[in-house]
């Protein structure tokens, strides 16, 4: 049990840090990002700790003038086959602090607690490239992908390797799984997904080698998109709040293991309320290959501490009773 977004703006020890640096100061220094990473690890006793970092900071030192105000902005987008000339060389040297960051947090936790490592996936990666501000229509993607569709591969195949690079530095760092981030795919019909995100998370999964640590896949959105995230076989795959984790479970069978997938917005409801849904969810994890129990999508920033609090007493006791 762990929860995406766990280490964030709803907890006071969080925004006494946040008021001094900026986001991307606290992503680069690896002692605020694991000091910022074990808050929630401290305060509840999460079963993991995923590092403090961002999807888009690999992107930060690519000649792509990125930052967040606080959401991302980007004053330099690719648009054009010149554009995407831009994204050469390595991203390890961005990463170092990431990384820096995990191996200070396995010191401090031992072996019991796993340390999650992540990238964004491919497709996320350029819709957010493609646009100064994301739109959820993604309209310049989206756009891109009927009008010059041989430009988007060539940006998907880059952006592939940019996915794998990040993944390969952080489980080089210690990280005991890593998590894969595809927040867009949802936009994307099923052939299309096949075409463009799917076949570069493809190249990015076949590339890692079989003595990789445990793949999380999460696709926000995507419930139309079960069985094509399945049959890319990482080795979890989260779903968001939207879809039913017991069919899900009843339709991917063994292929796979589940993550999820209480909607945040729960966290808001009574302890009483929170823990009722927590026994639903663990229920339905049961049908699946695996479950690990979270959230649809992350914390969010006005969720109150004592419903986060609620989540992890509620699963720990009803695992610990099943236990």
Not at 230 to 240: E, F, G, R, T, Y
């Amino acid at each position: 049990m762990w929860l995406m977004r766990q280490a964030g703006r709803y907890l006071p020890e969080y925004r006494e840090i946040r008021q001094r640096r900026s986001f991307l100061e606290m992503c680069r220094d690896p002692e605020i990002a694991a000091e910022v990473s074990l808050q929630p690890y401290r305060r509840f006793g999460m079963d993991a700790v995923i590092v403090f970092s961002d999807i888009l900071l690999p992107l930060t030192g690519l000649q792509l003038e990125l930052d967040f105000h606080p959401a991302p902005q980007l004053e330099n987008p690719i648009r054009s086959a010149s554009d995407l000339e831009r994204l050469q060389g390595s991203v390890a040297e961005t990463m170092r602090p990431t990384c820096d960051a995990i191996r200070l947090l396995k010191k401090s936790l031992g072996p019991e607690t796993p340390v999650i490592g992540f990238a964004g996936a491919p497709w996320t990666l350029a819709a957010y490239a493609c646009e100064t501000k994301l739109s959820r229509d993604l309209v310049q993607i989206g756009a891109l992908s009927y009008r010059d569709p041989a430009l988007l591969e060539r940006l998907l195949e880059r952006m592939a390797e940019i996915t794998l690079e990040t993944l390969q530095v952080q489980i080089a760092a210690g990280a005991d799984v890593v998590q894969i981030f595809d927040t867009w795919a949802g936009v994307l019909s099923a052939d299309r997904f096949q075409r463009f995100a799917g076949m570069a998370l493809e190249k990015v999964l076949s590339a890692l080698p079989a003595s990789r640590p445990p793949v999380i896949l999460f696709a926000r959105a995507a419930g139309h998109l079960l069985d094509e995230l399945a049959d890319l076989q990482p080795d979890v795959l989260s779903l968001d709040w939207r879809v039913d984790l017991e069919q899900a479970a009843e339709r991917i069978g063994q292929r796979v293991s589940l993550q999820g997938n209480l909607d945040p917005a729960a966290l808001t409801a009574p302890a009483t309320e929170i823990a009722r849904q927590v026994e639903r969810q663990i229920r339905a994890g049961r049908k699946a290959r695996g479950h690990i129990l979270n959230l649809g999508h992350g914390v969010l920033p006005t969720i109150p501490v004592e419903g986060v609090a609620a989540f992890v007493a509620a699963a720990q006791g009803k695992l610990r009773a099943d236990s």
